[in-house]
Nanobody
């Protein structure tokens, strides 16, 4: 069982930056592929970014965030990060950290085994 706890959300003006972090419980963090999804009330959840488990650490991004967001991980700290730059009002959502045992990043939510509780990101115009 893995527990994921996100932090770092908040209110920021358009053009600003935030860094989300997600700490995972357990001693096998390096064996999980990690990702971030976001959801706006009334809309389907959306894949944002992902990073494969150690040994590859390849990354994948949604087109809407490429060039602005960066996902990274620190296996020694059991932590995955999402650096968000040049934020736009349309980035406003609850952001969820996710984990799966698969080798590669998946872009559909049902392929992830564990979800965090979410952290709110609000970007004002």
């Amino acid at each position: 069982q893995v527990q994921l706890v996100e932090a770092g959300g908040g209110l920021v003006q358009a053009g600003g930056s935030l860094r989300l972090s997600c700490v995972a419980s357990g001693r096998t963090f390096s064996r999980y592929t990690m990702g971030w999804f976001r959801q706006v009330p009334g809309k389907e959840r959306e894949f944002v970014a992902g990073i494969s488990r150690s040994g590859g650490s390849s990354t994948h991004y949604a087109d809407s965030v490429k060039g602005r967001f960066t996902v990274s991980r620190d296996n020694a700290k059991n932590t995955v990060y999402l650096q968000m730059n040049n934020l736009k009002p349309e980035d406003t959502a609850v952001y969820y950290c996710v984990a799966r045992m698969g080798l590669v990043v998946a872009t559909t939510g049902n392929e992830y085994d564990y979800w965090g509780q979410g952290t709110q990101v609000t970007v004002s115009s």
